[in-house]
């Protein structure tokens, strides 16, 4: 009865956990849509989550670790984190956008001053968590997991970032600037045909 009582808590408290992580999804896109007041922009820094899942994953891989309430906690942690280093980088980008630099100029001059800033917290947050990952005493160990899947996925995430994030925001932003030119020329044409018509 201790045992089927005990696994009836952790199925419970897993699907509360999945509902934290969704309804954290859900947070982090509102506050970032108010914030950079853009549909497009938050969801792609929003891409850095599941670039961070690839990261736990081999981090249980590697050090052999099994899912539990503690890596799922941790997650939910490493969601807050992971996108720290995407709203660094946009938004210098988006800043530059602003000033009229072009979309490659911004994105190379974006990943070249953020770079340090970006690895700087990345390194103190992953070293911070370091002890944690090698200490299995006492309670302690219960806390492995949630060490590992916040060091893995950070770490994993923060790589990706520097490389994946700027081709994404590129590709996404010459297609919106190809969309919008072909509005203006569209715009341009219609007035071009009504002023032959008046002329006539």
Known sequence: MGVAGQAKNQSEMGGQIMKDLLLAIVLIYTVLAVQLESFILPLMIMTT??????GVILGLA?????????????????????????IVMLDFVAGLRKK???IHDALVE???????????????TVLGWLPMVFSSKGSSGYY????IAVMFGLSFCTVLTLFFTPVLYSLVE????????EKEEK???EKEEERR???K
């Open 110 to 124: 974006a990943c070249g001053s953020r770079l340090r800033p970006i690895l700087m917290t990345t390194l103190t």
């Open 100 to 102: 009229g630099w072009s």
């Open 197 to 199: 018509g008046y002329a």
């Open 144 to 147: 492995q997991g949630m060490a």
């Open 187 to 189: 715009r341009r044409q």
């Open 62 to 86: 590697i050090t052999r670790v099994q899912l539990s309430m503690f890596v799922m906690i941790g997650i939910l942690m490493l969601f807050g984190m992971a996108v720290n280093n995407a």
């Open 49 to 54: 989550l599941p670039l961070s899942m690839i």
């Open 174 to 181: 010459e297609r919106k600037e190809r969309k919008q030119k």
